[in-house]
């Protein structure tokens, strides 16, 4: 039997054109994986500073000498940014707000504009 099946072997994602309201809603899912990640990473923290004044000055120094300390410190504050305001965004829209696909456009782009904003301010925040 010949095969008449003309669907693609392998869909390349790049190919598509991404709704800004799927990537605003994929960025706020990912950003709660960060956060989640992250929560383990400040809890450790956290238990590691309370030991002893020795420790909370090592974890000091590395928060202000190390830049991947800083660079992780400032990805969560991002990710949870972002994640602040795509939980406004889905407040809104589940209060029966913006739910047409003109208006959730604009109110996409606003929440990852202000998430944007928020990642500059945490940026700012922790480098100077």
């Known amino acids: ?44 923290t956290l238990y590691f500073v309370s030991q002893s004044e020795e420790s909370f000055d090592q974890v000091f120094i590395a928060l202000k000498t190390y830049f991947l300390a800083q660079f992780v410190v400032w990805g969560l504050l991002s990710a949870f940014g972002y994640y602040c305001m795509g939980t406004i965004k889905h407040l809104i829209q589940d209060m029966g707000y913006c739910e047409e696909f003109a208006s959730g456009k604009i109110i996409s782009w606003v929440a990852i504009i202000l998430g944007l904003a928020l990642s500059v301010l945490a940026g700012v925040y922790v480098w100077a």
């Open 1 to 44: 039997m010949a095969n008449n099946d003309s669907r693609p072997i392998d869909i390349q994602f790049g190919k598509f054109s991404w709704p800004v309201t799927a990537i605003a809603s994929i960025s706020h899912r990912i950003s709660a994986v960060i956060i989640w990640v992250g929560l383990g990473i400040v809890l450790a």
